[in-house]
């Protein structure tokens, strides 16, 4: 088995597509398809099943991954290892999210492009479980998580920062004026989100049902995306509980307040990666300075 080969297995088990995986290696997808069949001739068993448009792993595939990942992880320590601490290089697949991505990364993510250009990095977007269980299984080498708890089965984690919140309107919202507003006050107001699965909307559509009539529940206006959330509140649809980072530029300009309503909550930002896993020298850099430079930003 060629370790050309193997990388190009794990790329397509990971992102579950022959387009994406040549396009990320920067192989034309001729050549991935290729490789696979090569992989699976030397073998002399199918590692996937196509499904028209998408495929799948065989039970074949399944049990090759994880060993596919150990060779390219000790190929990449060595690598580091011979051309020295000064050469930090290797591929490192992260899962993030977007309101990290976008407010608290870029810092970490210019440094490493202009510093280290040889650790090649893939962002994934994805939150909470998506993230633990992707980091469980290899498929991602490290993940940012902004969670209210620490400690996650499985995975080792480094607490970065505390993670402010802001529950934030328009500035003609009723709630704007007032010295104090209590979580009972906050029903029946109508509510934006992102989506479901995001720690800091399913810890406050907790608190809000505390508070609820039973059996009434709680409802979003979901809008997916942080940047399109917070438009819709300085628009006076409603109001949004969302990181402050997110929303610092449009406080201080005025298009959005601070409610007076402080969550009974707390979110940290993590950075997490698979428990007993031997950490090549640039994934160990990437802990390092995604500390250093996170927790600065805070």
Not at 20 to 34: F, R
Request: hydrophobic content about 45%; some cysteine; charged content about 25%.
């Amino acid at each position: 088995m060629e370790l050309r080969l193997l990388v190009t297995f794990e790329k397509v088990a990971t992102v579950l597509s022959f387009t994406q995986a040549a396009a990320e290696l920067k192989y034309a997808q001729s050549s991935v398809t290729g490789q696979i069949r090569a992989l699976e001739s030397s073998l002399g068993t199918e590692l996937f099943d196509r499904l028209g448009s998408r495929i799948r792993l065989t039970e074949s595939g399944e049990r090759l991954l994880p060993y596919a990942r150990q060779i390219i992880e000790l190929t990449e320590e060595a690598r580091a290892a011979v051309v020295g601490a000064e050469e930090p290089s290797g591929a490192l697949t992260v899962g993030t999210m977007e309101s990290l991505t976008s407010y608290r990364l870029l810092p970490l993510l210019e440094l490493f492009h202009h510093r280290y250009p040889g650790v090649r990095l893939s962002l994934r977007t994805t939150i909470g479980d998506e993230t633990r269980q992707a980091l469980r299984q290899g498929a991602y080498d490290v993940g940012f998580l902004m969670e209210e708890e620490t400690r996650h089965a499985g995975l080792d984690v480094a607490v970065l920062a505390v993670e402010p919140l802001a529950l934030v309107a328009a500035p003609g919202h009723a709630l704007a004026g007032a010295r104090a507003a209590r979580t009972a006050d906050l029903v029946g107001q109508s509510l934006l989100a992102t989506e479901p699965g995001c720690a800091y909307r399913d810890l406050f559509e907790r608190e809000l049902n505390s508070v609820e009539p039973a059996g009434s529940g709680v409802s979003f206006t979901e809008f997916g995306t942080i940047e399109a959330t917070k438009r819709a509140a300085a628009a006076g649809l409603g109001i949004a509980l969302l990181p402050e980072v997110t929303v610092a530029a449009e406080l201080a300009e005025g298009t959005l307040v601070r409610l007076p309503w402080e969550a009974p909550f707390t979110l940290r930002t993590q950075l997490a990666w698979r428990a007993g896993k031997r950490l090549p020298g640039h994934v160990r850099l990437f802990v390092e300075q995604a500390r250093r430079l996170v927790s600065e930003e805070v």
